[in-house]
């Protein structure tokens, strides 16, 4: 009887955790396993792949697991993406070293940068492979502290949290233009209020009005985030646009601080949204989508964030030319995340840029 309890005991238990983990991560027919959380950790609401986090908002869950089928927006090719992050909750499926030795760059983004592609593929990988070609740099790392869901302003906060540990010797900062700016607006995370001043996060923040927008424009709802509903917003609420760029000017005076502080260089990369870069493609979608586009504020958003960095004397990498040439397939993914020619382009760019920051470093 004893032995039977024990053996329905352990049926019991594995069935649990398998019920766990289907109800974790088989929506989407993504897969996702991660270590047990810490004493202290606590789930960031919106999405368990993430942890609170008392600075940034939150952060990458550490020695998890995602895998997903996705194909490319073209219909080209389909990718199976394998995506881990280290003890730290880089983006990267093996453990740092210890001690950290030769020259680091520290690679910040959102979603795109997380990568929806798997890490073979990722542009950190190629840029870190290239990097240690060279005979000075063939201890080079490039570290990527990239998260879904983070604004310009979490890059900022991300780097203050990361800096003392990793001691990069560049920062390469990849803004995705389709929607770190609007992320800029959410309150509900630390934030920079109107007045361009630092903020916790607001205990109740005013009624979301993204899911008008979603019904409105009739999309994919993984679609819309990526682009539709950045320039949306832009498009009702014109009066906002100038505050977005203003919050964008303030978070490029921060990185440009932080950088100077840690003797670091600092690298920008605009990447453009699928809608700016594929306009016909996206009017295809509907009406509603086809006046977003041809309301041209995607474009504005785009080029204002270009332009505040220039004028900054920052080096800012504006992929919109290239990715607007490129006649191939497999530039976006088909939820308009950048896929993998867009990683091939982004390490093309990187890598030159790196060398040298590093041989003047």
């Not at 290239?322 to 191939?328: E, K, Q």
Request: proline letters at 7%; a neutral charge.
């Amino acid at each position: 009887m004893r032995r039977a309890a024990v053996i329905l005991a352990m049926l019991v238990a594995a069935v649990a955790l398998l019920w766990w983990g289907q109800r974790l991560r088989s929506r989407g027919g993504v897969r996702f396993a991660a270590a047990e959380l810490a004493p202290g950790e606590r789930l960031y609401p919106a999405d368990d792949r993430y942890l609170i986090d008392p600075v940034i908002g939150h952060r990458p869950r550490p020695q998890s697991r995602t895998s997903f089928e996705i194909a490319a927006a073209d219909g080209s090719v389909r990718h199976h993406c394998e995506r881990a992050t280290n003890d730290l909750g880089l983006v990267h499926s093996a453990p740092l070293p210890s001690p950290l030795t030769g020259p680091r760059v520290l690679l910040l983004g959102d979603s795109h940068m997380e990568g929806i592609v798997s890490e073979d593929r990722h542009a950190a990988t190629a840029v870190q492979h290239r990097l240690r070609a060279e005979p000075t740099l063939a201890a080079a790392l490039v570290l990527n502290a990239s998260a879904a869901y983070y604004s310009l302003y979490q890059y900022v906060l991300r780097i203050r949290v990361l800096r003392d540990r990793l001691q990069p010797a560049v920062l390469v900062v990849v803004v995705f233009t389709g929607n770190d700016l609007l992320e800029l607006e959410d309150v509900s995370r630390p934030h920079l209020d109107d007045e361009l001043v630092e903020r916790a996060p607001v205990t109740e923040p005013p009624p979301e009005t993204t899911s008008a927008r979603l019904a409105w424009l009739g999309m994919r709802r993984d679609q819309f985030f990526q682009g539709l509903n950045q320039a949306c917003y832009a498009m009702q609420r014109p009066e906002r646009v100038p505050v977005l760029l203003r919050k964008a000017n303030r978070c490029l005076e921060l990185l440009r601080a932080a950088a100077e502080t840690d003797g670091a260089a600092l690298r920008l990369v605009a990447l453009p949204p699928y809608d700016l870069v594929r306009p016909d493609a996206v009017r295809r979608l509907g009406e509603a989508p086809r006046q977003v586009v041809d309301s041209g504020v995607a474009e504005q958003l785009h080029r204002g964030f270009v332009a505040a960095a220039k004028r900054q004397g920052l080096r800012c990498i504006d992929l919109l030319p290239a990715f607007r040439a490129h006649r191939g397939g497999a530039l976006y993914g088909e939820d308009f995340h950048v896929f993998l020619a867009a990683h091939d382009m982004l390490a093309d760019v990187l890598v030159p840029e790196l060398i040298a920051a590093l041989r003047d470093g």
